[in-house]
C-alpha cells in the first residue's frame, strides 16, 4: 500500500519561495515517475513537474525557470522548490506517483495548498 503526504504548502507574498514534500511510503521502486499537479479553483488540474527514474526532470511552462523537482531517494522523499511566485501559482498540490511492478500502478497524494497573495 503506498501512501503519498504532501506539505510545505501556505500562504506567500509575490515573489517570494516555497518548498513542497511529498513522503511516499510502502512499496517504493527507483523506476518509476513522480510528479507534481496542481489544480487552481475553477481550473482543470494541470502538470507542474514529472521526475522519471530520479533524474529526467519535465516542467509545465508556467514553472519552467522557477520549479525544481527532486526526490531524496534514503527517504523517498519528492521535492517541488518553487522560486519567484505569481499569483497564478496559487493552486492545490498534489503528488503522483506511477509504478511498474507486475501491472502499473498510479497513486495520489491529498495535496497541499499554495497561496501566494500580497
Known amino acids: 500500500q503506498v501512501q503519498l503526504v504532501e506539505s510545505g504548502g501556505g500562504l506567500v507574498q509575490p515573489g517570494g519561495s516555497l518548498r513542497l514534500s511529498c513522503a511516499a511510503t510502502?512499496?517504493?521502486?527507483?523506476?518509476?515517475?513522480m510528479g507534481w499537479y496542481r489544480q487552481a479553483p475553477d481550473k482543470q488540474r494541470e502538470l507542474a513537474a514529472t521526475?522519471?527514474?530520479?533524474?529526467?526532470?519535465n516542467y509545465a511552462s508556467p514553472g519552467k525557470g522557477r520549479f525544481t523537482i527532486s526526490r531524496d531517494n534514503a527517504d523517498n522523499t519528492l521535492y517541488l522548490q518553487m522560486n519567484s511566485l505569481k499569483h497564478e501559482d496559487t493552486a492545490d498540490y498534489c503528488c503522483?506517483?506511477?509504478?511498474?511492478?507486475?501491472?502499473?500502478?498510479?497513486?495520489w497524494g491529498q495535496g497541499t495548498q499554495v497561496t501566494v497573495c500580497s
Open positions: 503522483r506517483l506511477v509504478q511498474y511492478m507486475n501491472k502499473r500502478s498510479e497513486d
Open positions: 510502502g512499496t517504493i521502486l527507483r523506476v518509476n515517475i
Open positions: 521526475l522519471t527514474i530520479g533524474r529526467f526532470t
